[in-house]
T-cell receptor, first 117, second 111 residues
Framework: NAGVMQNPRHLVRRRGQEARLRCSPM?????VYWYRQLPEEGLKFMVY????????ESGMPKERFSAEFPKEGPSILRIQQVVRGDSAAYFC???????????????FGPGTRLLVL | RKEVEQDPGPFNVPEGATVAFNCTYS??????FFWYRQDCRKEPKLLMS???SGNEDGRFTAQLNRASQYISLLIRDSKLSDSATYLC????????????FGAGTRLAVHP
């Protein structure tokens, strides 16, 4: 069973370009979470998605950032018109469906390191 | 005040030492608690969950004090391979399962 997969692992963009980060959850997992880690800081929650639904986007910046998890294919985190402050590691995690309120462990992917020049 | 606070360290200890990390959280509605480990430029990996009764996994012991909103991790007989950043993580009740991470405590174990 492959783990959470993210690509690309490294992404370089110039200011003003768009960045698209992809995340494929573990097999059987229907919940996806995106976190951002700035240099020397902890991970910060961005968004929680289930298939075709955004459940909690309380951590997403109001502008330029969007996320989706379509019925088919990976989850996409999209950053439009990137700025230098967007340079960070973006981690995706997945968890299985909730079972009667049981805790779901989140399993993290290797991350995408975005560098904005 | 940060939602989850940790001493950033670094803690520099010799092999075989016992080291303890502490963490405090601000939201009394917190429901679940974890310690994750993150190696340099890698993804966080779950080390252990933390239960009210305390729990142990080999050389690692975690404790939770809900009254003081305090979590600890004790590592006995430190190994070189324990060198990493240890992340204190909290999930709030009703928080849609999102995890709140502390900034991490760095541990360096030397020969």
């Amino acid at each position: 069973n492959a783990g959470v997969m993210q690509n690309p692992r490294h992404l370089v963009r110039r200011r003003g370009q768009e960045a698209r980060l992809r995340c494929s959850p573990m097999k059987g997992h229907s919940h996806v979470y995106w976190y951002r880690q700035l240099p020397e800081e902890g991970l910060k929650f961005m968004v929680y998605l289930q298939k075709e639904n955004i459940i909690d986007e309380s951590g997403m910046p109001k502008e330029r950032f969007s996320a989706e998890f379509p019925k088919e294919g990976p989850s996409i985190l999209r950053i439009q018109q990137v700025v230098r402050g967007d340079s960070a590691a973006y981690f995706c995690a997945s968890s299985p469906p909730t079972l009667g309120g049981a805790l779901e462990t989140q399993y993290f992917g290797p991350g995408t390191r975005l560098l904005v020049l | 005040r940060k939602e989850v606070e940790q001493d950033p360290g670094p803690f520099n200890v010799p092999e075989g030492a016992t080291v303890a990390f502490n963490c405090t959280y601000s939201n009394s509605a917190s429901q679940s608690f974890f310690w994750y480990r993150q190696d340099c430029r890698k993804e966080p990996k779950l080390l252990m969950s933390v239960y009210s009764s305390g729990n142990e996994d080999g050389r690692f012991t975690a404790q939770l004090n809900r009254a003081s909103q305090y979590i600890s991790l004790l590592i006995r007989d430190s190994k070189l391979s324990d060198s990493a950043t240890y992340l204190c993580v909290v999930k709030f009740s009703g928080g849609y399962n999102k995890l709140i991470f502390g900034a991490g405590t760095r541990l360096a174990v030397h020969p």
